[in-house]
């Protein structure tokens, strides 16, 4: 299969092969594979915001490890160490934010079966488990050829969903969440999504370079991420917090509102 995939990476422009080979190295890199990768996330409009790190994810197990640094107006929540094990996500932060914690680690488990009814098989929601969605979500693909990226040559695909694709998947996504998130995240309108795939000589997945838009009370924010994988087959450790360490996000919003 991989073989097959890199002969079409290099040799053929037609549409139908693009998708299939976009595909392809979506899913093969979702469904089979550990990787190590950085991402870079900024949120500008009314006001900015930046998300930028890294971490490794075993796709087969769907555990994740990462740490990320907040920016702009997340700056308050410093630098966080996020951590995707058996369907749950924890999260702990180091700026000014978490001295209003009870506990280093707050919690939130995720549907996993919801997520897989919206199109993802991983067996957790992991960081880069929307790749799969992307594999099967987008309207056109589009084959821009070979390109060079930090000297490595890549073959470059730009994948476009329409507005009405994205909004019905994200609907779907949003099932998993506890009903005050999805709630108040479904108050929100999303653009279209255009984002470009790099594959390389493999057949494998590089690097992704996401941008869309997001309009909520009248407001509309561009949203960009770029992701880049910097190594497969690498090995995953993941510990989960101590019990007396964790507090779950249920508990936490109950406790401000009650």
Not at 3 to 12: D, E, K, L, N
Not at 66 to 78: E, F, Q, T
Not at 88 to 116: F, V
Request: with cysteine; net charge negative; aromatic share 4%.
């Amino acid at each position: 299969m991989i073989a097959a995939v890199a002969i079409g990476v290099w040799t053929s422009n037609s549409p139908a092969n693009a998708a299939t080979i976009v595909r392809n190295a979506l899913v093969s890199t979702v469904a089979s594979r550990s990787a190590s990768f950085t991402m870079d996330e900024e949120i500008t409009g009314t006001v900015s915001t930046s998300v930028t790190g890294s971490g490794a994810c075993a796709f087969s197990s769907g555990e994740c490890t990462m740490s990320v640094n907040y920016g702009g107006a997340l700056a308050s929540l410093g630098q966080g160490d996020v951590v995707f094990v058996n369907s749950t996500m924890y999260l702990r932060l180091s700026g000014a934010a978490a001295a209003t914690l009870p506990t280093p680690w707050i919690s939130m488990p995720l549907d996993i079966s919801k997520l897989q009814q919206s199109g993802v098989t991983s067996s957790s929601a992991n960081p880069l488990a929307g790749l799969e969605v992307l594999a099967k979500l987008g309207d056109t693909v589009t084959d821009d050829g070979v390109v060079s990226v930090n000297g490595v040559s890549l073959h470059e695909y730009t994948v476009v969903a329409s507005k009405s694709q994205v909004q019905s998947q994200t609907s779907a996504v949003l099932k998993q969440l506890p009903s005050w998130i999805s709630s108040a995240s479904s108050e929100a309108s999303s653009g279209a999504v255009s984002e470009n795939v790099y594959v390389n000589a493999s057949g494998d997945l590089a690097e992704l370079a996401m941008n869309t838009s997001v309009t909520a009370n009248g407001q509309t924010e561009s949203l960009s991420m770029t992701e880049v994988i910097t190594g497969y087959g690498v090995p995953v450790t993941v510990t989960i917090p101590p019990a007396d360490q964790v507090t779950s996000l249920a508990g936490l919003t109950a406790g401000l509102t009650g």
